[in-house]
């Protein structure tokens, strides 16, 4: 069992879907973040939530709602997508000065 | 504010031979320096870490790194790579102090050539 586990692996989306991918931590961690990678670009800090509340959002989108009910759940709801946030969005748990640990991944296609 | 820069897109190396894979930093105040490794189709797994003390690191999977802070560089070395080594290398950096706000370079795709 993986440490952070994120579902589903795979979404494929229209542009008017709304969907929702979530996130669970099992390492007793108090921050969570959402990631984006895209092709040939750093990985993009999304939301940061320490003890569930939310501490960073980097001028994302509204389409982009992240929840996070608890220190080891998290999710990331989505709304009239566009085709350029097609990319692979991973989430990641830490302790506080400790190393960020990562899910595999929820590789998003948008229609 | 931290930046890091990993200088190679794309490093092509034969089976057994060894390879260095460059990250140079910058940053305003001190930093723990990271390399995270991520096999296609999964997320980043850590590879080593560098917060205080040896500035060499040794890492899983034979892998290891060198902070230099006068050339602000923290180099990834294997001495000799396998096949499995194929993958995309991280190099990260995050402030030693506060919640985490991790800044991850590029990344470099290792290809080892059998």
């Known amino acids: 069992e993986t440490g952070v586990t994120q579902t589903p692996r795979h979404l494929v989306m229209g542009m008017t879907n709304k969907k929702s991918l979530k996130c669970e931590q099992h390492?007793?961690?108090?921050?969570m973040y959402w990631y984006k990678q895209s092709a040939k670009k750093p990985l993009e800090l999304m939301f940061v939530?320490?003890?569930?509340?939310?501490?960073e959002n980097n001028s994302v989108p509204s389409r982009f709602s992240p929840e996070c009910p608890n220190s080891s759940h998290l999710f990331l709801h989505l709304h009239t997508l566009q085709p350029e946030d097609s990319a692979l969005y991973l989430c990641a748990s830490s302790q506080e000065g400790s190393p960020l640990h990562f899910g595999n991944g929820t590789r998003l296609t948008v229609t | 504010a931290q930046s890091v820069t990993q200088l190679d897109s794309q490093v092509p190396v034969f089976e057994e031979a060894p390879v260095e894979l460059r990250c140079n930093y910058s940053?305003?105040?001190?930093?723990?320096l990271f390399w995270y490794v991520q096999y296609p189709n999964q997320g980043l797994q850590l590879l080593l870490k560098y917060l205080s003390g040896s500035t060499l690191v040794k890492g899983i999977n034979g892998f290891e790194a060198e902070f230099n802070k006068s050339q602000t560089s923290f180099h990834l070395r294997k001495p000799s790579v396998h096949i499995s080594d194929t993958a995309e290398y991280f190099c990260?950096?995050?402030?030693?102090?506060?919640?985490?706000?991790?800044?991850f370079g590029i990344g470099t795709k290792l290809q080892v050539i059998p």
């Open positions: 939530y320490s003890l569930e509340e939310r501490v």
């Open positions: 990260a950096a995050f402030p030693s102090g506060g919640y985490q706000k991790v800044t």
């Open positions: 390492l007793g961690h108090n921050a």
């Open positions: 940053s305003s105040v001190s930093v723990y």
